[in-house]
């Protein structure tokens, strides 16, 4: 697998992950950034969660369309998957499962 996504950012809001009740990952849209999506927080006004929203590579996770075939989106799609499961791991090793 190419690392596309791997080692970018990882944007965090509300309580630190080590004091915090719950997580939630938060993934961003086409075009957008991992900021952007922490807007949210606010709204779903759980304080005592962390927040976690990782940031894909220029912004995108895949670089067509969701509808095109699989294969055209590789090997984006599969570094995207394999960061998101980086952020599980990372919060399932902080002790939330």
Excluded: C
């Excluded at 912004?59 to 394999?82: D, G, I, K, M, V």
Aim: charged share 10%.
């Amino acid at each position: 697998m190419t690392p596309i996504h791997q080692n970018q950012p990882i944007y965090t809001a509300g309580k630190p992950l080590p004091q915090a009740r719950a997580a939630m990952i938060l993934l961003h849209g086409r075009g957008s950034a991992a900021q952007s999506i922490l807007t949210l927080v606010p709204e779903l006004n759980q304080p005592d969660f962390a927040y976690l929203a990782p940031q894909a590579r220029h912004n995108t996770w895949y670089p067509y369309r969701f509808l095109a075939p699989l294969s055209q989106n590789e090997p984006y799609l599969s570094s995207a998957l394999a960061a998101v499961a980086d952020v599980v791991d990372f919060v399932t090793n902080a002790g939330i499962p």
